[in-house]
């Protein structure tokens, strides 16, 4: 496709369950970004990759949270032993080259609920 | 205090009307980005900047690097427009972005 995708567009899921968050960047971007935004937010820094490298994983909340990208193009973000504070939209965007001169292209978003 | 402020908050606005929107940081930047965000949570870069002004269609950029200030106007508003727009500055050569909270516009017609 021609622009970021991210799948599941919504879901819910129980208080403990794991989850798993995909992103497919547009193809030949460099730079994958995971973002987290909590209602009424503005999207605040998970993670960052540069090709499959995980270059910044400060903004992870915590251990339960893990991303990779393996081959350098598809991104999976997963939270494991999910509380009901991980509730938010988690985004996507990927950028073609490394540095901070190019826009960024988001995605949809991936809405989670923890019940 | 957060380092990107953005104002209003909320904006309601009729028809036709000339919107702003304003940002706010409060670091040294090398970029600003104006987003837009609909309903269902997709975003859209509109601008980046970093001196001066950009205009695309019905949409004007500017930002005063020396007051850490930037502005986003919408001549003519229309419905579509409704839409909450976000402010998210770059420091230096960082890949991250610092976003503000968002100012949600409502445009009745």
């Known amino acids: 496709g021609a622009g970021v995708s991210q799948s599941p567009r919504y879901k819910v899921a129980k208080r403990g369950q794991d989850v798993a968050l995909r992103c497919d960047p547009i193809s030949g971007h460099v730079s994958l970004f995971w973002y987290q935004q909590a209602l009424g937010q503005g999207p605040e820094f998970l993670t960052y990759f540069q090709n499959e490298a995980q270059l910044d994983k400060s903004g992870l909340p915590s251990d339960r949270f893990f991303a990779e990208r393996p081959e350098g193009s598809v991104s999976t973000l997963k939270i494991q032993r999910t509380q009901q504070e991980d509730s938010a939209v988690y985004l996507c965007a990927s950028s073609y080259r490394v540095e901070g001169t190019q826009p960024q292209h988001f995605g949809d978003g991936t809405r989670l609920s923890i019940l | 205090k957060n380092e990107v402020e953005q104002s209003p908050q909320n904006l309601t606005a009729q028809e036709g009307e000339f919107i702003t929107i304003n940002c706010s940081y409060s670091v040294g930047i090398s970029a600003l980005h104006w987003l837009q965000q609909h309903p269902g949570g997709g975003i859209v870069s509109l601008f980046m900047?970093?001196?001066g002004k950009k205009k695309h269609g019905r949409l004007i950029a500017t930002i005063n690097i020396q007051e850490k200030h930037s502005s986003l106007h919408i001549t003519a508003s229309h419905p579509r427009d409704s839409a909450v727009y976000i402010c998210?500055?770059?420091?230096?050569?960082?890949?991250?972005?610092?976003f503000g909270k968002g100012t949600l516009l409502t445009v009745n017609p």
């Open positions: 900047l970093s001196s």
């Open positions: 998210a500055v770059r420091r230096g050569s960082n890949y991250k972005l610092t």
